[in-house]
């Protein structure tokens, strides 16, 4: 079971991209039962946990992204979005789909860069 993650790019400060994570090999009442989030790393720094959501779609953020980056799932398909808005030269990082509890493998990744 591996998350692939997509829809990461280049993109000016205050400008928006969509984020995807479709987990492949999942069986579907697996990914349902789970909590999932949108990490990101900046090198030298550790994995940050950005958003999660429960199968039922109440989500969390962290303060630094709250009111501009939306999770969403679609649970049928296994899939994970992350819609961020007016980004920031600080948003950039390589951003993962996992687990809360980061219990899948770890997929490689999609960078973002927020030039200024």
């Known amino acids: 079971v591996q998350p692939v993650e997509s829809g990461g790019g280049l993109v000016q400060a205050g400008g928006s991209l969509r984020l995807s994570c479709r987990v492949r090999?999942?069986?579907?009442?697996?990914?349902?039962?789970?909590?999932m989030g949108w990490f990101r790393q900046i090198p030298g720094k550790e994995r940050e946990l950005v958003a999660t959501i429960t199968r039922l779609s109440d989500t969390d953020y962290a303060d630094s992204v709250k009111g501009r980056f939306t999770i969403s799932r679609d649970n049928a398909n296994k899939k994970v979005h992350l819609q961020m808005n007016n980004l920031k030269p600080e948003d950039t990082a390589v951003y993962y789909c996992?687990?809360?509890?980061?219990?899948?493998?770890w997929g490689q990744g999609t960078q973002v860069t927020v030039s200024s």
């Open positions: 996992n687990s809360d509890t980061r219990d899948l493998a």
């Open positions: 090999g999942a069986i579907t009442s697996v990914f349902n039962s789970k909590i």
